[in-house]
Nanobody
Framework: QVQLVESGGGLVQAGGSLKLSCAAS????????MGWYRQAPGKQRELVAT???????NYADSAKGRFLISRDNAKNTVYLQMNSLKTEDTAVYYC????????????WGQGTQVTVSS
């Protein structure tokens, strides 16, 4: 059983910063991709950023230049540093990990609320 636990969400004013963390625990053999997604009210879940095991990153256009994804393989943890936050960044943020060796499984965190006020 693998669990992903997120932390770091909250309320921040526009222009501020937040750092999200997501740690995996349980029977973990190999974590391949890690990522962050978000879902705003009335909208579909969307990609924010992903990072491979060797550190290659990919960002949504809305996140480029403002957000930074990183990972600590020793801690089975992925981070999302969010700077210059905008009201439109308000959403529930979910972490995502692809875990496994010969067979890979996708796991999701429970979500953490990020609210950016004007």
């Amino acid at each position: 059983q693998v669990q992903l636990v997120e932390s770091g969400g909250g309320l921040v004013q526009a222009g501020g910063s937040l750092k999200l963390s997501c740690a995996a625990s349980g029977r973990i053999f190999s974590i391949k991709h890690m990522g962050w997604y978000r879902q705003a009210p009335g909208k579909q879940r969307e990609l924010v950023a992903t990072i491979t095991r060797d550190g290659s990153t990919n960002y949504a256009d809305s996140a480029k230049g403002r957000f930074l994804i990183s990972r600590d393989n020793a801690k089975n943890t992925v981070y999302l540093q969010m700077n210059s936050l905008k009201t439109e960044d308000t959403a529930v943020y979910y972490c995502n990990m692809v875990i496994g060796s010969t067979t890979s499984y996708i796991y999701w965190g429970q979500g953490t609320q990020v609210t950016v006020s004007s």
